[in-house]
Structure formats: C-alpha cells, structure tokens
C-alpha cells in the first residue's frame, strides 16, 4: 500500500512539472489615444471597477474646459496622462482638412514646440513633470523630415510609442529604443477572445505587450465596450501572470531591468 502510494506521488509530480503553465511574468499597457469621450464614459469606468490603470495620450484639441476636470480625476486615479500634441498633424492627402494640421506643413521647430506646450497644457492639468508621447497617426516625420532624434534631445520626452502588429510583443529590452516602443491598434477586433489572444502571445513570450486603443464603445476606430471589459476582466483573472502597468511604469520598469 505504501509503495502504491509513493508511486502515485511520484506520478503526481511528474505531471506537475510537464503540465505547470512557463511563470514569467508578462507586462500589459493598456493605452487609449486622443482624449476620447468615449473613454471617459465608457473604458474608465471599466478600468476603475477592475483596479487597472491605463495610459491616455491625450491630443490637446480635445481637452476642453469641460472634460479637464475629469481628465483630473483619471490622473489622480493612478492613470497616466500623455503627449498626443496639441492639434495633432497628420498627412493629408485627400484636399479635405485643415491645412494647418497637415503634417506635411510641419517642421521639426513646429512639432517640438507643439510637445513641448502640450507638456504645459498636461501639467496644468495634473501637475506631473515627465511625459511619454504618441506620434500621431504613428507618422514618424514632419515635411518629410524623421523628428525622433530631434525628440529624443530635446528632453521633452522620456518615452514614446509607435505602431505595428498583432505580432508587436517586445521581448528583448537590450535592442529596445525608448523612443520607438511599438504597440498593437487593435482595429477592426470585435471580440474579447481576439484581445485575449494578443495577451497570450505575450504570456507565452514572456514580455511586453502594448495596446493602442482610440474609441470603446463610441467615437472612432471603436472597441466594443464588451470586448474592452472581457480583456479587463482576462487581465484580473491573471494578475499573477500578468503585471498591467502604466506606459511610464513600464518602460521604468524594463528600462532599469536592462542595466542589472
Ligand atoms: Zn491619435
């Protein structure tokens, strides 16, 4: 009987070891851009009932003297506050649109001043002194110039954010530019199950995942709401696994993690 006993114990183990699920940790950051209402009413409340924060890189446009005190109570929450520029230039193409807000008018003097009274506007509004950034329209370039050395020595920004894949999960810090993190827009995803997905690849990984996000359950480029809070409630669920942080908590954290 005791021989059976230590053989099923034995049995038991040998299982353990093959079927324990790799226990790296993995980072989440939950980013949602351009100061949409949406946001406010709908992913907030979401994150605030689930004890998660998220980073919002709020373009300046948006920020009226209504929405500010709210976009307060979202900093004071623990949520991130960030750079998304003031009007937000994009290239246009189409004839349609400010001229004024085409990138292709910028320089890199107009764009780096524009940062630069966003950062302002950002510490009026929750007096914090170190931004991120998220180039608009993940453009890279003013009147066809690259800005992001130009950014980079500025010193206005510690950290910024750029585009990519669903395949955009960073695993190796060393080769990481700080001012070049990549992130997947989760455009045209309707389910929770396909947001979920992205989170296991970078669980399986072992590294960062970065969401960008624009409407949820509203405005543009929309998340469902229901989707958003599966996601959330996924992320709770595996708080053991999953680290979700701010963009600035993050990078801090892989940022030191590279020099030990
Ligand atoms: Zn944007």
Redesign the pocket.
């Given at each position: 009987m005791r021989k059976i006993l230590l053989l099923f114990l034995l049995l038991n183990l040998t299982i353990n070891a093959y079927t324990q699920q790799p226990t790296k940790k993995a980072i989440i950051v939950l980013t949602y851009?351009?100061a949409l209402q949406s946001q406010l009413k709908v992913a907030l409340p979401q994150l605030e009932s689930a004890h998660l924060n998220g980073t919002f890189f709020l373009?300046g446009y948006n920020v009226t003297p209504a929405s500010i005190p709210a976009w307060r109570e979202v900093a004071k929450k623990g949520n991130e506050l960030a750079n998304?520029t003031l009007y937000?230039p994009c290239i246009i193409t189409t004839g349609k649109g400010n001229p004024a807000n085409n990138s292709a008018n910028y320089t890199v003097y107009t764009i780096l001043r524009e940062i630069s009274e966003t950062n302002n506007l950002l510490y009026a509004v929750d007096g914090k002194t170190s931004r991120t950034f998220a180039y608009?329209?993940t453009e890279l370039a003013v009147g066809g110039v690259n800005y992001v050395d130009s950014l980079r020595t500025s010193g206005l920004i510690k950290y910024a954010r750029i585009g990519g894949n669903a395949d955009a999960v960073i695993t190796d810090f060393k080769t990481l530019d700080p001012l070049l993190v990549p992130s997947w827009a989760a455009v045209g995803v309707t389910t929770g199950d396909e947001l979920i997905a992205f989170v296991k690849k970078v669980q399986q990984r072992g590294g960062m995942g970065v969401f960008m996000f624009h409407g949820v359950g509203g405005d543009y480029l929309t998340t469902p709401a229901l989707a958003h809070k599966q996601l959330l409630t996924y992320l709770r669920q595996h708080a053991n696994e999953i680290e979700v942080l701010t963009f600035q908590q993050a990078m801090d954290k892989v940022s030191q993690a590279k020099h030990h």
């Open positions: 851009d351009d373009a998304h937000h608009p329209c």
